[in-house]
């Protein structure tokens, strides 16, 4: 006898998006979804065995406070519910761990905001079946006593625009129960309007027409409205700016953090998305990237990295505001870590590192992580792995060569360690480069990728100019300066992150690029 109800189990660190699904899916029983569980993390999941053997769908967040959203669903998969079907939800600015999630078992995607009849439709593909709509027996008194709570509850309680009071209240709940919600706006703070346009969706179904007794609508009509188009997220994905987190590294002294610092401001002032830049600096032992900018423009952090790895799986917006240095003429934020520190790095951990990885993919456009060289340190491997690119740089002395061909050599093994394909996204860049030296972009290219089964290139080199330390050692940008190390500089940045949004700029960048030596490659990193 084929199932009555198709068995959900929700998954995702928002409460107010978690209920709003249970409460449609528990008003609209004819639909045939019966959501038996949920949870905010991924701890919480694993331990409620007996709900999560029972579900035929999983709803899950590709991002949980305590952990991947990706790694529950290989766990649940092999451990728990082989036979069970899972969705993973994703945001603009994670929609890139969906092959990820896809390869580790998901079945299919959703991207947030969506609408609630995509939910459905899902489901009922995934499950095999046409869910047959039955009639449902509603006595006429409980109908018109239904219906006036209804009416009553949108009048009192969700008509919430014109009163300014509950407005605020709406935000203090909302706070409360989603640390982890997603700030997308730069300029002003959208948590409010992100609960608003959820109570909105409310109304929606509200103003659709009421089903008489004994009559049910199909899905399609139960979803319709004149705002049915609106998200059940609404708001939290509505930015197309594109999302990357990049890490620079370099195994000998190359000039990485002002390189990485102008490219920074190249973008912040030359890209059309304007996004929003954050720095962090995980050389704990050396941590630079303070001294590369003029101190009197920093707005300074009452706390630091050390505080945000105590408290990575609470963390939220109040903390990492608290522990962000502000580079006020560019607005670009800085991860606080502190040059004194010296006993305080146990308190960083992978996991942790992690989680701050995922925490800042969603609260900024582009996050640039600065590493030290040292390959078998995790601070340098997490980033590594999780980053869409990875710059390497070197110059062109002989040492310099030869521990960057090292370095490349002991990427490959960490491929292999964590079955995932790092190289693929990485470029060298040849840094503070003299035409005078004996060692020529040639020898370089040579010396490096002579190393079987790599498939690397060097798109650029950038000049070393004379007086360049003394310009950059007054917190100056390169960039700012004419001249061909800015310039290239400034290739560098567009590489890493585009600078138009569309129209003849965009296609001018693109027949730049293909008249360039190396225009394939590069068009490889742009978006």
Not at 431 to 436: A, F, K
Not at 441 to 451: E, F, M, W
Request: glycine share 4%.
């Amino acid at each position: 006898m084929p199932k009555k109800f198709i068995n959900l189990y929700i998954v995702d660190n928002s409460e107010q998006f978690t209920g709003k699904l249970e409460e449609i899916f528990f008003e609209r029983r004819h639909l045939g979804i019966n959501v038996i569980g949920s949870a905010i993390k991924n701890r919480a999941c694993v331990e409620d065995i007996k709900n999560t053997r029972q579900a035929d769908v999983f709803l899950i967040s590709a991002f949980l406070p305590d952990k991947m959203g990706i790694e529950l669903v290989t766990y649940l998969k092999k451990n728990v519910n082989p036979n069970a079907k899972f969705i993973i939800t994703v945001t603009s600015n994670t929609r890139n761990l969906v092959e990820q999630a896809l390869s580790a078992g998901a079945d299919a995607f959703l991207q947030k905001p969506f609408n609630p009849t995509k939910v459905v439709e899902l489901i009922y593909e995934l499950c095999g079946k046409e869910f047959v709509e039955e009639e449902e027996e509603i006595e006429e008194n409980h109908y018109q006593d239904y219906q006036g709570k209804y009416e009553e509850e949108e009048e009192n309680e969700f008509v919430v625009e014109d009163d300014e009071e509950e407005d605020e209240d709406v935000e203090d709940i909302f706070k409360q129960k989603s640390n982890f919600h997603v700030d997308y706006n730069e300029e002003e703070d959208d948590e409010d309007d992100d609960a608003e346009d959820i109570f909105k969706q409310k109304n929606d179904f509200m103003d659709t027409p009421k089903p008489k007794p004994r009559i049910q609508k199909d899905v399609t009509q139960m979803f319709s409205g004149p705002n049915a188009g609106n998200s059940l997220f609404g708001g939290v994905a509505d930015s197309n700016k594109p999302n990357k987190v990049v890490t620079f590294t370099a195994p000998k002294s190359s000039g990485k953090t002002t390189t990485l610092v102008n490219v920074a401001a190249s973008i912040k002032r030359n890209s059309e998305y304007d996004p929003k830049i954050v720095i962090v600096d995980l050389s704990l032992v050396y941590p630079s990237v303070q001294f590369a900018l003029h101190h009197e423009d920093l707005q300074l952090a009452k706390k630091t990295i050390y505080d945000l790895m105590d408290d990575i799986y609470e963390l939220d917006k109040e903390l990492l505001r608290k522990a962000t240095i502000v580079h006020e003429p560019t607005g670009i934020h800085i991860i606080d870590t502190p040059f004194q520190s010296i006993r305080d790095f146990t308190r960083v951990t992978k996991d942790k590192i992690k989680q701050l990885i995922l925490f800042l993919r969603e609260e900024y456009d582009l996050v640039l992580i600065d590493t030290s060289g040292n390959i078998r340190d995790y601070t340098t491997t997490i980033p590594m792995s999780m980053s869409d690119i990875n710059i390497i740089l070197f110059q062109s002395d002989f040492t310099s060569l030869v521990q960057t061909r090292k370095f490349v050599e002991m990427v490959q093994l960490l491929e292999e360690s964590v079955d995932r394909r790092i190289l693929d996204k990485t470029m060298l860049v040849l840094n503070r480069y003299d035409e005078g030296s004996s060692l020529s972009v040639d020898k370089a290219r040579s010396t490096i990728l002579d190393v079987e089964g790599l498939e690397l290139n060097i798109p650029l080199h950038i000049p070393e100019e004379p007086e360049m330390t003394k310009y950059t050692n007054k917190g100056a940008f390169i960039v700012d300066k004419n001249g061909a190390t800015g310039e290239k500089i400034k290739e560098l940045a567009a590489m890493i992150y585009p600078f138009y949004a569309g129209g003849d700029s965009s296609r001018r960048e693109a027949k730049k690029e293909s008249n360039s030596l190396f225009g394939s490659f590069m068009n490889k990193f742009k978006k």
